[in-house]
Nanobody
Framework: QAHLAESGGASVQAGGSLRLSCEVS????????MGWFRQVAGKEREGVAT???????RYLDSVKGRFTIAEDNDKRTLYLEMNNLKPEDTAMYYC??????????????????????????????WGQGTQVTVSS
């Protein structure tokens, strides 16, 4: 089992930038999917971006061109580079580690074909979250 720990959340003004990090310790399989998710209190969780063991990435439409998901060379640190932040990006951000097939399923979620609840069971390990607040 892996342990995930997010950091980097902060309060910024609209148009600003942040880089979130997710440190992965413990067991991490060679074939995997890692993702960033976000949730506003009282609202449903939302998938933001995913990356698999081959480096293939997928994004929520509303963050395309503004957010970039990446991993460190040792693949023990996951990043989410966020630029041109908007107030609607305000949320608790979580990282998660899942099976390699989870990224393919997330593609169907990002395409609007399935609900997030249909794919989140494929992510077995989650971090505690880091808060991002964007003010206008």
């Amino acid at each position: 089992q892996a342990h995930l720990a997010e950091s980097g959340g902060a309060s910024v003004q609209a148009g600003g930038s942040l880089r979130l990090s997710c440190e992965v310790s413990g067991y991490k399989p060679n074939f995997y999917c890692m993702g960033w998710f976000r949730q506003v209190a009282g609202k449903e969780r939302e998938g933001v971006a995913t990356i698999d063991h081959d480096g293939d990435t997928r994004y929520l439409d509303s963050v395309k061109g503004r957010f970039t998901i990446a991993e460190d060379n040792d693949k023990r640190t996951l990043y989410l580079e966020m630029n041109n932040l908007k107030p609607e990006d305000t949320a608790m951000y979580y990282c998660a580690l899942g099976s390699s097939g989870a990224c393919i399923t997330m593609g169907r979620y990002f395409a609007g074909r399935i609900d997030l609840e249909d794919v989140t069971p494929k992510f077995g390990d989650w971090g505690q979250g880091t808060q991002v607040t964007v003010s206008s």
